[in-house]
């Protein structure tokens, strides 16, 4: 299949943030970041897809200035055949903004399959997906926590709801996000890496849409107290319904 | 002053709670606006519009098709849409729920407008409005200025807490201009968990048992706490959901559920810092884990270092005890 996965490069999460002196960003001074975790499911979930029907071409999408490269080439040592850096100073808060630079890339693109993780796991608006598939008039269906498009014209998913799931069935082409539950992305292997250095990344323009959504400010939520042990094993187990009584007052 | 429109969201012919709190976030922005409603569903989903007007929908639209008894993102989002255009309404509330989030964006690019997804606040400022929506699983609270008009704003579930406003409201049906069955993906079964059970996102007390437990089969040993309260839901960590022991839908943490419960207690839980994102703004977190050097006793207010199989089942009764004497 022809497949398409835009992907998102996110810092990574297991640091304690700073608010940069703008007030209205993070301070990016020693952060690592990668690829974000659901955009690094779909990435697998394309690759698992064409090894299964046995050939295909997947081309990685990414939206920022030129740092993404590291995140396209990490796509590559996956095995992804070719990328497409879709250049801009900073990458929008909007998804709106950043759909329609999406979209006319990926128009006249001849995909079968457009993947995408369910939500980048920094901005968490769970919008560009869908807004793609909106603007470039495809089926779309969002936060699949199963996945089977052999049968090549057409898919059925799993989406994951509160307390339920449900069953759905589409025509392709068409765009999917990508929840947990498809698939873990693998680990570059040397090889990978070594045959990524040689794969095309193209950089073009990035034909941003106007922005109607900014972040006026970032703030740190207030820190939670420092934990405390009340006791140790099953005696421990009166104070602690005391504590849930009179302290807490939920019990 | 302003008019909003909030969608009323149903599962299964019945209304979810997320419907009124809708509501409640767009009668907020509407500051003595009109809030309308709008209701989709199967057959006889215009019985549960009178109800919508007890949080403050002034007009409750009704539209009722065999095709939107499930999910149908494709129709849904057609409706909403031109349901906002016909009404001028200043912007569109939907719930930041599994349904609402995956309708938002198509609502948002069928307006051609940029969207604030997932708030937790919402207010009018001048001609913007300002949410409050976090961001890095919750390290970090972004203020967001949405100068978009109309503007298609998601509430997180849980964060608007419905306000009573005896409303009777006007109901109107609407007829949508495309054939619902006509839509290219298609709802085909709808499999729910355990119905009694409450929901993660709605239960004021969640029980999440982690890789500590050993084995699937264990799992009782947090579904019977959770039953001795009586309100509470079982959640798992990602190690237990990856395992199968607990289907994905239970996951809490970074690529799951977010909750924030008024009591969190993780059992045989180590506290990876991907499942504290899921859990850290809970009111009052219990722990209860062997290794005393886990890191869930960082966040933990109160911490019990011991064996799950000991201290669990002690806690089970003194729990039963305790709502038997209230």
Redesign the interface.
Known sequence: MKIAVCIKRV?D??V??K?AASGTA?DESGLKYDMS??DGYAAEAALQINEKSGGGEITAICLGPDAVGETLRKALSMGIDKAVQLKCDAVP?????I?QALAAELKGGNYDLILFGRMS???????????V???LGL?????A?RLDVSAKTSG?AQ?????????????LP?VVTI???VA?PRYPSLKGIMAAKKKPLEVKPAQLGA???????????PE???????????D???E??R???TE?K?? | MANFLAVAEARNGELRKVAHEAITAAKALAGGGDVHALLMGGPGIAAKAASLGECGASTVFVVEHEALAQHNPEAASAIIAAQVKAGGYRGVILSASAHGKDLTPRVAAKLGVGMAGDVTAARMEGDAIVATHPVNTGKVVSVITLTANPAVVSVRPGAFTPVPAATSAKVETLVPSADPAASRVKTTGLTTGNSTKLDLGDAPIIVTGGRGLKAAENFKLVEDLADAFGNAAVGATRAVTDDGWRPHSDQIGQTGRLVSPDLYIAVGVSGAIQHLAGMRTSKTIVAINKDKEAPIFKVADYGIVGDAFEVVPKLTDAVKAARASR
């Open positions: 810092p999460m297991d304690k943030f608010i993070v975790d659901f808060f909007d998804g709106y903004a759909a796991i920094d901005s968490s608006n769970q919008s560009v997906g869908p807004m598939a909106e603007l089926p779309c269906v969002s936060a926590s059925t989406r994951e709801l509160e307390g339920a799931s449900e069953t759905v069935s589409f025509p068409a929840d947990e539950g873990r922005v109607s959504v900014t972040v006026s400010k970032m703030e740190l939520p939670r107290a420092a934990g405390r042990i009340i006791g140790e094993g099953a421990a187990v009166p602690l319904v504590l849930l009584q807490a939920v019990l």
